[in-house]
T-cell receptor, first 114, second 115 residues
Framework: DTGVSQDPRHKITKRGQNVTFRCDPI?????LYWYRQTLGQGPEFLTY????????KSRLLSDRFSAERPKGSFSTLEIQRTEQGDSAMYLC????????????FGSGTRLTVV | KNEVEQSPQNLTAQEGEFITINCSYS?????LHWLQQHPGGGIVSLFM???GKKKHGRLIATINIQEKHSSLHITASHPRDSAVYIC?????????????????FGKGTKLSVKP
């Protein structure tokens, strides 16, 4: 297993366009998390899945954001009608449900909205 | 909701120095995470600890559950240790059925080790 993969690594888009990011977790992990990180800040929680069920969404996840994990494997995060304030690093992590195991993070997707 | 404070925000050291980064949190937790983030964004998990002390190479992490405080130490620091070090705790309080959910992160400590 190559760890958590995120695609693309970088995305530059014009304001108003839609973008979609993909995360492939570690295959045995049933939980998948999305975080957003702006410059100089720690990551902030967006949403997480257990298998295909979306268990929790942050209030940061406005109605322009949607996340899916259709078969309980990879996940996509879509941002519609992007705004400059959406520019950030979007991080994905996966874990087992049981807390004695840690989290594995991906390398992130850096979004720049121009 | 848990809150996480890290100090210092920025730290510059000379190669070989002993480094300490501190983390305090507000609500009792099941485990605390120390993470490392290099320029470019990817995060690497260094430690997950719920009590006492853990050591991996030149890195040592300690936690005091009663005081809600953890420290990350780097011995014999090296320029390749330069990175942002982030402390994270579960958003859910202790006794959440043993199940781990999302993490709350500190803002990070930016460490620069000069040769």
């Amino acid at each position: 297993d190559t760890g958590v993969s995120q695609d693309p690594r970088h995305k530059i888009t014009k304001r108003g366009q839609n973008v979609t990011f993909r995360c492939d977790p570690i295959s045995e992990h049933n939980r998948l998390y999305w975080y957003r990180q702006t410059l100089g800040q720690g990551p902030e929680f967006l949403t997480y899945f257990q298998n295909e069920a979306q268990l929790e969404k942050s209030r940061l996840l406005s109605d322009r954001f949607s996340a899916e994990r259709p078969k309980g494997s990879f996940s996509t995060l879509e941002i519609q009608r992007t705004e400059q304030g959406d520019s950030a690093m979007y991080l994905c992590a996966s874990s087992y449900q049981v807390q004695s195991y840690g989290y594995t993070f991906g390398s992130g997707t850096r979004l720049t909205v121009v | 909701k848990n809150e996480v404070e890290q100090s210092p925000q920025n730290l510059t050291a000379q190669e070989g120095e002993f480094i300490t980064i501190n983390c305090s949190y507000s609500v009792g937790i099941s485990a605390l995470h120390w993470l490392q983030q290099h320029p470019g964004g990817g995060i690497v998990s260094l430690f997950m600890l719920s009590s006492g002390k853990k050591k991996h190479g030149r890195l040592i992490a300690t936690i005091n559950i009663q005081e809600k405080h953890s420290s990350l130490h780097i011995t014999a620091s090296h320029p390749r240790d330069s990175a942002v070090y982030i402390c994270a705790v579960p958003q859910q309080p202790m006794n959440y059925g043993g199940s781990q959910g999302n993490l709350i992160f500190g803002k990070g400590t930016k460490l620069s080790v000069k040769p």
